[in-house]
């Protein structure tokens, strides 16, 4: 950040009275630009023993499947944001939907958090971010081409607890690829 969105001075990092990190400070008005992580909020609709993906439409990751989801937006809740982002992309209005799994990717500066849901009525479309959306069992799932690697963590694990007919919340915490050893 170089300028203030407020009066449109110059920013400079500094530690602003009663904080603790640094933090654009605006050299003329003194405004205080927080930056803070980006929430992804999504679902995992489900049929069946089958999961409902999106063939990406957008970058990052154009022409990769993924599970309905985005980015939260001001004013809505996380389950909010989960069933908007299942209806933006996938068309499809789930139900039933429960905190199923959260990733925290504090070197990426983004939360994802993924709702299991049942599809009401088993109706879907691509919305007008996904090419294409379809259901598929575990063995068609192409997952040399899953957008995201919390994505196909998600569904491994959802496949593995539908198996069991054990579905625990779950939370961890991702490392960049170049910490593992």
Not at 56 to 65: D, L, M, T
Not at 105 to 126: C, E, K, T
Request: a negative charge.
């Amino acid at each position: 950040m170089k300028f203030c969105s407020d009066c449109g001075h110059a920013v400079s990092k500094k530690i602003p009275e009663g904080d603790d990190r640094l933090r654009y400070v605006c050299d003329n008005c003194e405004a205080i630009h927080y930056q803070n992580p980006r929430i992804i909020v999504g679902t995992i609709p489900v049929e069946g023993d089958k999961v409902l993906l999106c063939r990406r439409a957008i970058e990052p990751r154009k022409g990769f499947w993924t599970v309905p989801a985005g980015f939260m937006e001001n004013g809505e809740t996380t389950l909010a944001g989960a069933l908007r982002e299942t209806w933006e992309e996938a068309s499809a209005k789930p139900v039933n939907a429960v905190l199923y799994r959260l990733f925290d990717l504090p070197y990426i500066n983004q939360v994802y958090i993924f709702f299991r849901a049942d599809l009401a009525g088993g109706a879907f479309a691509a919305g007008q971010e996904s090419l294409e959306v379809q259901l598929f069992a575990e063995q068609d799932i192409p997952w040399d081409e899953i957008a995201f690697p919390v994505v196909t963590d998600a569904l491994k694990e959802w496949f593995d607890d539908r198996r069991k007919d054990i579905f625990p919340v779950r939370m961890s915490e991702v490392e960049p690829i170049w910490h593992h050893k």
